[in-house]
C-alpha cells in the first residue's frame, strides 16, 4: 500500500461561497448586514503590539466569566473556542463515542456529518415532517448521541421547549447537544433547561447575531461535568486556542447586549416584511425564526432561480439535495437590499 492510499480521505464540507464580485448583493452565509458593537473600535485602538508576543489566556477566563453571568451560569458552565464550528467538532470529539449511531435530522447543517465522516462517528438521518419538524418518535430508540440546530439551518424551524423536554429525558443517557446559532433571532434558547439536564449541551456563535463572523468566536453552554470534558479535549488538541484580541472583543460585544439587541430588532423587521413581500410574489415559506429565510416557487425551479439571481450579482444559498432541491435560502440584509432583491424576483417571475 502507498503512502498516498493511506492518507484519511473524507467528503469536506463545503461552506457558502465568498464570491469577489465589485458589486454584489452578498446573502448566502447569514452575515449580519450590520456593524458589531461600537466599543469593538476603541478595543482595537488599544491593542497593545508588545502583549501579541505572549500567549493569550488559555481558557479566556474574563470572556469566559462574561458569557456565564449573561447567561446566569457558573463560569465551569462555559466553554470557550474559535466559532461554534471549532466547538461543534470538539463536542463530537468528547461525546459521540459510542458504537451506536449519534441521531440527527435528514435537513440540517450538513457540517454534521462531515465530522462524522471525519471521526469516524456512525450516525443515522432521521426523517423531518412534511413541515420540516422533527418528529419525537424516531429519536426513542438507543443511539451515541443526539444533535440538531434550533432554529435550523437551513429552514429556520424552531423546535419548542416541550419538545426539547422530551427529547432530553426520553434519552437520558445520551448527550444532546443543540446548535443555537440563530436562536438569538427567535428568542428559543435551551439555556433554561440546563439547571434540569446534565446530558445537554448548547453552542453559540458571535458570527451571527453580534455581526463578528470575521473573528470566528464561539462557546458552549452545558453541566460543569460536559464543559471539563470538553476542555479535556482541547486541551489535547490545541491548548491555546482564541487569541488575545479575539477575547477582547468578544468581551466589548458581551458588554454592549443592547447593541445586540437593536440588530436583532431591525434583522426581524425586515424579515417580516420580505417574507409578506414574498407570498405576495407566489412563494411559500417556512416560519423561519432566523436571519434567513427559507423560500419555494412553483414559477421556477429552484436551482434556475438560484442561477439567474447569481448572474444578477445576488448571491444566495441553494443545494441539490434531497427534500430541499425546492427551496433557496435567503439571508436577511438590510432594507435596501431586500428591497433590490424583490425587484428582481417581480421581473423574472411576473
Known sequence: MSWKEKIRSVEPYVSGEQPNFDQMIKLNTNENPYPPSRHISAVLKAVS???LALYPSADADTLRHAIAQLHGLN???????????EVLSLSFLTFFNSTDPIFLPDVTYPFYTTYCDLYGITYKKQNVDQNFHMQLKDYTE??????????????????PLEFIEQLLLTNSDSVVIIDEAYADFASCSAVS???DYENLLITKTFSKARSLAGIRLGYALGSPFAIQKLYDVKNSF???CVDRITQQIGLASVHDHQGMIENINKIIKTRTWF???LHRLGFVSTDSKANFVFVSTDKMPAKT???KLY???IIVRYWDHPGISDWIRITIGTDDQMICVLNFLKKVLL
Open 75 to 85: 463560569d465551569n458552565q462555559v466553554f470557550i473556542g474559535n466559532g461554534s464550528d
Open 142 to 159: 438507543k443511539n451515541g448521541g443526539i444533535i440538531f440546530c434550533n432554529p435550523c439551518n437551513p429552514t429556520g424551524i424552531v423546535e
Open 275 to 277: 417574507l409578506k413581500e
Open 238 to 240: 490545541n491548548s491555546y
Open 193 to 195: 433547561l440546563l439547571k
Open 305 to 307: 432561480l438560484y442561477e
Open 49 to 51: 503590539t508588545d502583549k
Open 311 to 313: 448572474d444578477a450579482r
